[in-house]
């Protein structure tokens, strides 16, 4: 039982390059959400997709753009990466609706030098 | 403005004894809360949750309490085992965002033997 599957685990970047973050569920959720996990911060949402073919922004959005490629996938992209930007990455899945428990993937641990 | 506080970074507590993870937000929109837990190198996995129409909920050994007039949320696991050594996070979202959730910063607890 897969849940929510993020690749990769493990990336280092140099200042300015760009990458994307895959991320893929197979409980047939509707919602999507991409969180970052600084130390002393908690996790901070980034983006969402409440459903397919829509996407908003969280409380963090600079420096990244998604795309909710159907219903099952949903990609996070550092255009230009900084420093900044070094993070634990989780992308999360849940049923459409308030009031429903968030499922998440294991994260993607980015440095960028 | 953190929404969602969780003011004590770490905890201590004998196996068998109880554990108490307090948690305090500001948003009175918030209806629906939960904790999840985390242990190093994993995603956060849900623990247990309380609508906002309830001031207590039982799982086994973990209860969460519900004081809406200050605020508070708070989580009791009893008997605290070694197991449950873990970083809890307390969550909070409002039935006009989805499932969006709001996360604290987090708390440590360490059970020891």
């Known amino acids: 039982n897969a849940g929510v599957t993020q690749t990769p685990k493990f990336q280092v970047l140099k200042t300015g390059q760009s990458m994307t973050l895959q991320c893929a569920q197979d409980?047939?959720?509707?919602?999507m959400y991409w969180y970052r996990q600084d130390p002393g911060m908690g996790l901070r949402l980034i983006y969402y997709?409440?459903?397919?073919?829509t996407t908003d922004k969280g409380e963090v959005p600079n420096g990244y753009n998604v795309s909710r490629l159907n219903k099952r996938e949903f990609s996070l992209r550092l255009e230009s990466a900084a420093p900044s930007q070094t993070s634990v990455y989780f992308c999360?899945?849940?049923?459409w609706g308030a009031g429903n428990t968030i499922y998440f993937g294991e994260g993607s641990w980015l440095t960028v030098v | 403005d953190q929404q969602v506080k969780q003011n004590s970074p770490s905890l201590s507590v004998q196996e068998g004894r109880i554990s108490i993870l307090n948690c305090d937000y500001t948003n009175s929109m918030f209806d629906y809360f939960l904790w999840y837990k985390k242990y190093p190198a994993e995603g956060p996995t849900f623990l247990i949750s309380i609508s906002s129409i309830k001031d207590k909920n039982e799982d086994g050994r973990f209860t969460v309490f519900l004081n809406k007039s200050a605020k508070h949320l708070s989580l009791h696991i009893v008997p605290s085992q070694p197991g449950d050594s873990a970083v809890y996070f307390c969550?909070?979202?409002?039935?006009?965002?989805?499932?969006?959730?709001?996360f604290g910063t987090g708390t440590r607890l360490q059970v020891t033997l």
């Open positions: 999360a899945s849940s049923p």
């Open positions: 997709s409440a459903s397919e073919g």
């Open positions: 969550a909070a979202s409002h039935t006009g965002t989805a499932s969006k959730l709001t």
């Open positions: 409980m047939n959720h509707n919602s």
